[in-house]
């Protein structure tokens, strides 16, 4: 790595006008490696912009050994942008660690595998921020976990309430939040205000919700009034 992020209850923070540019690493975290116990990045300001991370690497990547000392990686400010990572992508958050995103952006970097945060059991929350242009020239994900290839992936434990992103994260989304596409083609979070649901996935309009209902669904209607419902054949 070229900056490693070890020991324990260590903190780094980027910010202001610093720039990591320029470098050549190898393996998961090949630029910022952060694998210490209960370590914490901090990423205010600044860049990390064209670097260039080996086989199978990642440019930023975080683990810990200890389930009692998790670590972080907390993304406010500055830009991820214009990498090349032969490997999965300029996020890695690997087991006990959490990523937090409220603001600053993730674009135009190339991956050979998918762009994503990788949350085995563990956490990413975005609330702000950008994650938009990023391309993936590999035809395939080996271990299987998805057919596409999306600009980022989240596991079971990750929540979106906030940010712009170039594909739809709707499945993603905390409760009571939904995807709205913007001018431009992107995609923003905003929080629902819904009158119905099935399951887990809200509706604004309770036709769309009776639109969207297949046999076997129940339609839960979550505000009390007088709906003009049109019919369907349903």
Same mark, same amino acid.
């Given at each position: 790595?070229?900056?490693?992020?070890?020991?324990?209850?260590?903190?780094?923070?980027?910010?202001?006008? /610093?720039?990591?540019?320029?470098?050549?690493?190898?393996?998961?975290?090949?630029?910022?490696?952060?694998?210490?116990?209960?370590?914490?990045?901090?990423?205010?300001?600044?860049?990390?912009?064209? =670097?260039?991370?080996?086989?199978?690497?990642? !440019?930023?990547?975080?683990?810990?050994? #200890?389930?009692?000392?998790?670590?972080?990686?907390?993304?406010?400010?500055?830009?991820?942008?214009?990498?090349?990572?032969?490997?999965?992508?300029?996020?890695?958050?690997? /087991? #006990?660690?959490?990523?937090?995103?409220?603001?600053?952006?993730?674009?135009?970097?190339?991956?050979?595998?998918?762009?994503?945060?990788?949350?085995?059991? =563990?956490?990413?929350?975005?609330?702000?921020?950008?994650?938009?242009?990023?391309?993936? /020239?590999?035809?395939?994900?080996? #271990?299987?976990?998805?057919?596409?290839?999306?600009?980022?992936?989240?596991?079971?434990?990750?929540?979106?309430?906030?940010?712009?992103?170039?594909?739809?994260?709707?499945?993603?989304?905390?409760?009571?939040?939904?995807?709205?596409?913007?001018?431009?083609?992107?995609?923003?979070?905003?929080?629902?205000?819904?009158?119905?649901?099935?399951? =887990?996935?809200?509706?604004?309009? !309770?036709?769309? %919700?009776? %639109?969207?209902?297949?046999?076997?669904?129940?339609?839960?209607?979550?505000?009390?009034?007088?709906?003009? !419902?049109?019919?369907?054949?349903?």
């Amino acid at each position: 790595a070229v900056v490693y992020v070890g020991g324990a209850d260590a903190v780094l923070t980027i910010k202001g006008e /610093t720039r990591i540019t320029g470098n050549f690493g190898i393996g998961n975290g090949g630029i910022i490696q952060n694998y210490g116990q209960g370590t914490t990045v901090n990423m205010e300001g600044g860049s990390i912009d064209n =670097n260039h991370v080996g086989k199978s690497g990642t !440019l930023y990547a975080s683990y810990s050994g #200890n389930a009692n000392k998790i670590n972080t990686f907390n993304m406010s400010g500055g830009i991820i942008t214009q990498n090349i990572m032969e490997g999965y992508g300029p996020v890695y958050i690997h /087991t #006990n660690t959490v990523w937090n995103m409220t603001g600053g952006e993730i674009s135009e970097n190339i991956s050979f595998l998918p762009s994503y945060v990788r949350s085995n059991g =563990n956490k990413g929350t975005i609330s702000g921020g950008k994650i938009v242009n990023n391309e993936i /020239t590999g035809t395939s994900y080996s #271990n299987g976990y998805y057919a596409t290839r999306p600009d980022i992936f989240l596991g079971a434990n990750s929540k979106i309430t906030g940010g712009t992103f170039t594909q739809d994260v709707s499945q993603w989304c905390a409760e009571g939040f939904k995807v709205e596409k913007n001018a431009d083609g992107t995609y923003g979070v905003k929080e629902g205000v819904f009158v119905a649901h099935i399951g =887990n996935v809200g509706y604004e309009d !309770l036709n769309d %919700a009776f %639109a969207a209902a297949v046999n076997g669904d129940v339609v839960e209607i979550d505000v009390a009034g007088t709906y003009a !419902l049109k019919t369907s054949g349903k």
